[in-house]
C-alpha cells in the first residue's frame, strides 16, 4: 500500500465519522438549530458592512460615487430595520435548554442591535429637507408682501361695469 492509498483512505474515514467530532460540533459559527444566533449573526454583518460602506462614502471625493454608496447605505439600513421585529420575535422565544439569564442576555443584544443599526450614518440632509422644502429660490431674500396693499392696487384696476352681475 502507496502512502496515497493511505492518505485516501484517511479522508474516507474521516467524512465517514466526521459528525461524531466533537471539536466541530462546538464551533461557535456551527448554529444549525438555533434561528436567533443565525439572523443576529447575519444582521450583525450586515451592521459592519454598512458602517464600512458609510465611512467609505464619507471618504470618496467622488460624489456620484458616494451618493450612491449612501443610497446603498440606506437601503441595507432600511432592510435591517424591517428584519429587527423578527430578530425581536426569536428572542421572546423559548428555547429549550437556555436559562432566564441568556433570555435577558438575548433581549439586551436585540436592543443594543437596534442602537448599532440607528447609528449608522446616512446622509440624508439636504437643503430642501433641512427647511421642509419651503426654502425661497429668489436672491433678494428681503422681500415682504403686503397683503392690503395688494388688494387695493387689484380693487382700484379692476372695472366693474365691463361685468353683467
Same mark, same amino acid.
Given at each position: 500500500m502507496s502512502v496515497i492509498d493511505i492518505l485516501f483512505r484517511v479522508d474516507d474515514i474521516c467524512k465517514k465519522y466526521e459528525k461524531y467530532d466533537l471539536d466541530k460540533q462546538r464551533d461557535p459559527n456551527s448554529q444549525a438549530d438555533d434561528a436567533f444566533a443565525r439572523l443576529h449573526t447575519a444582521i450583525e454583518t450586515e451592521v459592519e458592512k454598512a458602517l464600512h460602506k458609510a465611512e467609505a462614502a464619507s471618504r470618496d471625493t467622488n460624489r456620484a460615487a458616494a451618493v450612491a454608496m449612501n443610497a /446603498?447605505?440606506? @437601503?441595507? !439600513?432600511? @432592510?435591517? !430595520? /424591517?428584519?429587527y421585529p423578527k430578530l425581536q420575535k426569536f428572542a421572546r422565544k423559548k428555547v429549550k435548554g437556555l436559562s432566564k439569564e441568556e433570555q435577558e442576555t438575548r433581549n439586551d443584544l436585540v436592543l443594543a442591535l437596534s442602537d448599532r443599526i440607528d447609528a449608522i450614518p446616512d446622509v440624508t440632509t439636504t437643503a430642501a429637507n433641512a427647511t421642509g422644502g419651503w426654502e425661497t429660490s429668489s436672491s433678494n431674500r428681503n422681500i415682504v408682501f403686503d397683503s392690503s396693499r395688494c388688494l387695493l392696487l387689484l380693487c382700484s384696476s379692476f372695472d366693474y361695469d365691463s361685468f353683467e352681475f
Open positions: /446603498e447605505v440606506r @437601503r441595507t !439600513k432600511a @432592510r435591517l !430595520k /424591517e428584519e
